[in-house]
C-alpha cells in the first residue's frame, strides 16, 4: 500500500494514529520496505504536527479517523487536516476509518482498507544495521522539538536482550506496555522489543481509572493473562488515588482478601517515564503481591539506562526510591558542572560514557550540530542526560529531576521553553517565564507568570486565561497550564537570567533560595504574595524531591 504511494527505502513516513493495532502495522510496514517512520503523539495540537512535518517532509501520512479519550472523541483527520494546512505540505494520506467515527475524505485521501486489499504482497528489504528505523521526536530546552534517530540493527539488539534479562519474557508470554505509540515506551515496547522476542503486546486505548471505572487495569491483566506490565508512576498515582483501598481489586472477607479479578497470570510491574515516589511503589507492591520495579530511561536512550530485576526486589536490596543499577553498555556516572566524578551518595548531573551502547539514539534529525551540542558539548567526555540524581556506594542510582527546562506532565516530556514561546507570542505580553509546579498524580504541571506590556488594554484574569487557551490550542491538551499568573515584574539576576528554580521553589512551598546576584529582592515577596492570595501550591509526591531539587 505504501510502496504503491511511491514510498521507497529512506523515505520518511509521518503516522499520526491513536492506540490501534493499524498503528502497530504502520510502523512495521515502513521497517519492512525500509521507509523510516515518524510517529507523532496523537495529543499534540496541529501546530506542533505541523513542525514534525516540516521537519521530516514525509512522502506519506498515515492516520485514522479517530481516536477515543475517557470523555471525547478525539478528531485525528481534523488535526492532521489543519497541521497539513499549516505545513504546506502535499502528498497522499491513508486513512483507516474507524467505524465508530469516519472521516470526510478530500482529495488526497485514500481509504486504507481499500487500499490495502488492492496492494499486492511485498517482500521484506534487507537494511543495513545502521538504516534509520524511527524519527521520534522529544522535547528539548526550546520551542523545536528534537527529532531523535535510532538506527535498525543496535536498537533489535538492545530490545531483543532486554526483554528476557529485563523483563524476563519469553516466547508466548504476554507483555502489556500501557503506553502511547506516540512515546518511545510506545516504540520500543509496545511494538518491537516484545514482537520481536515472540511476545503477545497488549494495547489499551483508555486510562487507567474513568473507564469506565477504577478496575481497568486489573480487567486487561485478567482478561489478556498479561505476565509483565509496564506503565507511568502517574497511572498508579490515579489508580490510588481513585481507589486507596485498592476495593476494585480485592475486598475482605472473613479475615481473607477475595479477588473480583484473577491477577495470578502477573509476575512484575515495570515503571519509567518520570520519577516514582516510594509511596506509590509500595502501595502498589503490597496491593498487587508481586515486584514493582523502576527503572530509568529516555526517548534517547530507546531502553533503560538502569533497571533492577524481580531477583534484587526479592532480596530486598534495592533502595527505595532507586531506579536500578547501569544496564550493560552504559557507563553511568555522576559529575558535578565541572564534569569531575562526584563521591558515591553525593548529587549532581547523571551522565553517561560514550560510546552509547547500541540501541541509544545517532543523531539528531536534520541537526546533527544541535545533537553535538545538546548533548555532548557540557561534559566533553560524556552525554549529559539531562537529568539530576546520585548514585549510591552499590551503584543503585536515583533520578531526582532534570537539570533544563523539561518537565514531566503525567509521564508526558514537555519543554518549558516551547510553552514559553506560545505565552511570549500573545501580543498583550512582554515576558514570561514558565515552571513545573509540583504535582500530586501527575508529578508535575506547568504553571505560567505573565508580564503586560505597559500598553495591555486588557483585566489580568482575561490575560491568564489567554495564555493558558492559547498553550491548549498551540501545544495540545496534554501541556493544558494548571494557572497562570500576571505579575508586575519577573526575579532576575543582575545580568537579566530569570530566575526560574526561585520561582518553582515559592510555588512548590519550599523557602525560596535567592541569589545574591538578584536585580531586585522585592519581587519575591510579591509574586509570593500574588501566588498565596491565589492559592495555588504545588504538592510534592516525594519526600525526598524537595531536598535534591
Ligand atoms: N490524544 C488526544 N488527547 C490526549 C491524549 C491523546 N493520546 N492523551 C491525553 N490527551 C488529553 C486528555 O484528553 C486531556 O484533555 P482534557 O484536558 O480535555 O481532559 C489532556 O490531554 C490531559 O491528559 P492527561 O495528562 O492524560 O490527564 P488526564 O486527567 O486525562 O489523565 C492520567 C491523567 C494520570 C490518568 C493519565 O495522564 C495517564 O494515564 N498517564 C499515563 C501516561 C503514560 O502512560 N505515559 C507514557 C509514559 S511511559
Ligand atoms: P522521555 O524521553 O519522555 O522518556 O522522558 C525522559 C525523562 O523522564 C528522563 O530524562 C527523566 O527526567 C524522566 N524519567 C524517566 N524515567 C524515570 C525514572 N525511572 N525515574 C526518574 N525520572 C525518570
Known sequence: MLHQQGVEAGDVVVIYMPVIPEALIA????????????????GFAANELATRLRDTSPKAILTASCGFEAKRVIPYKE?????????????????YQRKQVPAMLGVDDIDWEEAEREAPPCPPLAVPSTHPLYILHTSGTTGAPKGIVRDTGGYMTALLWSMRNIYGCGPGDVFWAASDVGWVVGHSYMTYGPLLKGCTTVLYEGKPVGTPDNASFWRVIERHRVNVLFCAPTALRAIRKADPAGLALRHPSGGQWLYQYNINSLRAVFLAGERCDSPTANWAEELLGRPVLDHWWQTEAGWSITAATPAEASAGVIPPGAAGRAMPGWDVQCVDDDGQPLQAGSSGNIVCGVPLPPGAMTTIWNAHDRYVSSYFTRFD????????????????VHVMGRTDDVINVAGHRLSTGAIEEVVAKLDKVAECAVVGMAHPIKGQVPIAFVVLRDD??????????????????????????????????????RSGKILRRTLLQMVDGIPASIPATIEDASVVSEIERVVKARGVQGESIDADRGEHR
Open 27 to 42: 510502523m512495521l510496514a515502513c521497517a519492512r520496505i525500509g521507509a523510516t517512520h515518524c510517529v507523532v503523539f496523537g
Open 79 to 95: 488535526t492532521l487536516r489543519e497541521a497539513i494546512h499549516l505545513a504546506a505540505w502535499q502528498g497522499p494520506t491513508l486513512v
Open 456 to 493: 495591555a488594554q486588557c483585566l489580568p484574569a482575561d490575560a491568564e486565561s489567554e495564555a493558558i487557551k492559547a498553550v491548549r490550542d498551540n501545544l495540545g491538551a496534554i501541556a493544558t497550564m494548571q494557572a497562570a499568573f500576571v505579575v508586575d515584574k519577573l526575579p532576575k539576576t
Open 381 to 396: 567526555r560524556w552525554y549529559d542526560t539531562g537529568d539530576a540524581g546520585f548514585i549510591d556506594p552499590n551503584g543503585y
